[in-house]
């Protein structure tokens, strides 16, 4: 069965610092996508990126940047130089390959509070 | 843009009412999804629909059910809402080959 585990509830953090956020899933499935959404205060999920289990190559865009490793199920989120606008509930997800439908399944998600 | 949009972003309503909550989506997206979101147990999917007037159970249905009539449009209903429904209600959509969902901002439901 499918699972996300994030175990951090809640970070706070003092502006520019650097932050991970921790994702750890469960999945039998050779083919399978992780996601990292973040909702800010006014509640719509924001799509921030999509990773194939394909490709393990590390992503970086701006001031965030994701570590995906197999040999450990973690799918990581960084966030360098934290600013404010950051603070928010970020969810990582999990949908297995396939046609057709596939569902998504949430970690509990990580509040993260950014004062300044 | 895509845009998900939900007919009402508070709502509050007593105990045995009908309530109906409404999504429309914009980007002809085939699937749509009902999730509710509760703290400590993130997003649970509620219903979800691949196509118009299907429908398929997801992990808590139980006092729910919901309508696809138009391909832009779906409604989760509360046919008789009770306290423990309390919760923020997000539905989203997408395109059957790509598991990307976008969301709508939320519908914020309490019931007294």
């Known amino acids: 069965a499918q699972k996300v585990t994030q175990a951090q509830t809640e970070i706070s953090v003092v502006e520019k610092e650097d932050v991970t956020l921790d994702c750890v899933y469960e999945t039998r499935d050779t083919t399978y996508y992780l996601f990292w959404y973040k909702q800010p205060p006014s509640g719509e999920l924001v799509f921030l990126i999509r990773?194939?289990?394909?490709?393990?190559q590390n992503e970086i865009s701006g001031r965030y940047s994701w570590n995906f490793q197999k040999s450990t199920s973690s799918f990581n989120f960084t966030i360098t130089a934290s600013q404010v606008v950051d603070s928010a509930v970020y969810f990582c997800a999990l949908s297995e390959g396939g046609t057709g439908f596939q569902k998504l399944v949430f970690g509990t998600g990580t509040r993260l509070l950014v004062s300044p | 843009d895509v845009k998900v949009t939900q007919s009402s972003r508070y709502l509050v309503k007593r105990t045995g009412e009908k309530v109906f909550l409404e999504c429309v989506q914009d980007?002809?997206?085939?699937?749509m999804f009902w999730y509710r979101q509760d703290p400590g147990l993130g997003l649970r999917l509620i219903y979800f629909s691949y196509d118009v007037k299907m429908k398929e159970k997801g992990d808590i249905p139980e006092g729910y059910s919901v309508s696809r009539e138009k391909k832009e449009r779906f409604s989760l209903i509360l046919e008789s809402a009770s306290t423990n429904q309390t919760s923020m209600y997000l539905c989203a959509s997408s395109f059957p080959a790509d598991n990307e969902q976008f969301f709508g901002p939320g519908t914020r439901l309490t019931v007294l």
């Open positions: 990773r194939n289990s394909f490709d393990e």
């Open positions: 980007m002809d997206h085939e699937n």
